[in-house]
């Protein structure tokens, strides 16, 4: 057995746990087993993985208080704008729902009907003909869950707020998919980082020739700045750039936010 598997992922360049399962499914026959690794598009896919997948798709599911994004890649935009590609992106995003994981690896190997994610990822590939990776997946459960996809589909976003409806969450969505923060939260930034940032801020005041005595005041304004960028509560609201996101939501707040983008 093991000899007919090391020839088989020789010839195929198919993993071991595949080419062991096409084994046992063709009686040990070499013959069917490689014949059911090419149905199954496995090791054509495998010979395509040393290409980039660089574009592809971001999709999510949002069942009640349950939500699950994903990110799955192609080699070209082309393919990511393929009714088949597409079917299959949802089917792997309402997978993610069920499978109730934030780990890529268990994800893989989640169950669907007769084949694992990972299996169904590989035969899309070998039936399309390119790279295609399943790069990315997040789960939630939460209190007021909303979802946000840019119209491309290669942008795509989950909060899940405390205290608003589904309209406000679905703003907030919509304003992270835009604006790109990097924090919930002033504690979230690494206190170094800010330590490094004001030191810069610091000498670069000074070697502009401003005096000592409103260095620290310029530098601190600068730094409310930096923050205003980077923490989603403090940013200016997308739609409306007179209120923070934090005014705009009044007494809710967002307890988390999920951003996946293509090549981001």
Do not use: C, W
């Amino acid at each position: 057995m093991m000899e007919s598997i090391k020839k088989l992922r020789e010839m195929t360049g198919a993993g071991m746990m595949d080419v062991k399962k096409a084994l046992a499914d063709a009686d040990g026959n070499e013959e069917k087993a490689v014949a059911l690794l090419r149905e199954r598009g496995i090791a054509r896919a495998v010979k395509k993985g040393d290409r980039e997948a660089k574009e592809g798709l971001v999709r999510f599911v949002v069942d009640g208080n349950r939500a699950a994004i994903v990110e799955v890649n192609s080699e070209t935009d082309f393919v990511a704008r393929n009714s088949d590609f597409q079917a299959v992106v949802e089917q792997i995003a309402k997978a993610a729902l069920d499978a109730k994981t934030s780990d890529l690896e268990t994800f893989k190997n989640f169950k669907v009907g007769n084949e694992t994610v990972g299996e169904m990822v590989a035969a899309t590939a070998g039936k399309i003909g390119e790279n295609i990776v399943l790069n990315r997946v997040e789960y939630i459960e939460g209190t007021q869950v909303a979802g946000y996809v840019h119209s491309n589909g290669k942008i795509g976003v989950l909060v899940d707020l405390e205290g608003g409806d589904d309209a406000k969450a679905k703003d907030v969505a919509l304003h992270v998919a835009a604006e790109r923060p990097q924090f919930l939260h002033r504690d979230e930034v690494d206190s170094s980082d800010i330590e490094k940032e004001r030191e810069i801020l610091t000498n670069k005041a000074l070697n502009e020739g401003k005096p000592q005595q409103i260095v620290e005041k310029i530098v601190e304004g600068q730094i409310g700045k930096f923050y205003q960028e980077k923490v989603l509560g403090e940013q200016g609201f997308v739609k409306d750039n007179s209120l923070t996101v934090q005014k705009y939501l009044g007494d809710a707040k967002v307890k988390k936010f999920i951003r996946f983008e293509i090549g981001g």
